[in-house]
């Protein structure tokens, strides 16, 4: 037995097997030139609108509404994105509603409240309350009258369509509404 050494011989586009008489010649040819997509700076420009990103959109899923969309950012800094239960709006999540004092009979809004009552009223619950939506109300020393306005008032284990401060002490309530139980559930 016999050691042959064999070497690899490119001739143009052709490589072989040296010192092999039955070896295949391979044509590299199709191999040899460029095959990688080339575009002028001109077509890429095309391609990507000379932004940077593509621009052209082809629908998959057969809905042009159900796109991720983000409300104006602009002058939105330091706040988070929240539902108000229809779509996405910008939140300022560290203010707290403000104070509110009440010496006449008053409705309140759909809108988390504070409120002090300073003279015998009758405070009304909103008509049209969010679910969640927080209220705090406070009297010292006056006798007033909490509404629901059509909705029920759950306070410990009693409910009642509305509820009066007590003349004799400082008093407060802090009251979240409910759209499931359709009632406002109070703590004092």
């Given at each position: 037995m016999t050691n042959e050494i064999q070497d690899l011989?490119?001739?143009?586009?052709?490589?072989?097997?040296?010192?092999?008489?039955?070896?295949?010649?391979?044509?590299?040819?199709?191999?040899?030139?460029?095959?990688?997509?080339?575009l002028?700076?001109?077509?890429?420009?095309?391609?990507?609108?000379?932004?940077?990103?593509?621009t052209s959109f082809v629908e998959v899923d057969g809905s042009v509404t159900n796109e991720i969309e983000l409300p104006s950012q602009a002058g939105q800094a330091g706040k988070y994105l929240t539902s108000n239960g229809s779509g996405a709006v910008w939140s300022d999540l560290s203010i707290s509603p403000s104070v509110r004092t009440v010496s006449a009979n008053v409705t309140l809004t759909s809108t988390d409240e504070r409120v002090i009552v300073t003279e015998s009223i009758t405070v009304t619950l909103p008509a049209t309350p969010i679910d969640g939506q927080l209220l705090t109300l406070a009297a010292t020393n006056v006798t007033a009258t909490i509404n629901g306005n059509g909705r029920t008032i759950y306070i410990?284990?009693?409910?009642?369509?509305?509820?009066?401060f007590s003349d004799t002490s400082t008093n407060m309530y802090i009251m979240i509404y409910s759209s499931t139980q359709n009632a406002w559930i109070a703590t004092y």
């Open positions: 011989q490119l001739s143009g586009n052709n490589l072989t097997i040296t010192n092999n008489g039955t070896a295949t010649t391979i044509d590299l040819s199709p191999y040899l030139d460029d095959t990688d997509t080339k002028t700076e001109t077509e890429v420009d095309n391609f990507v609108a000379n932004n940077g990103y593509l410990a284990s009693n409910s009642a369509p509305s509820f009066t």
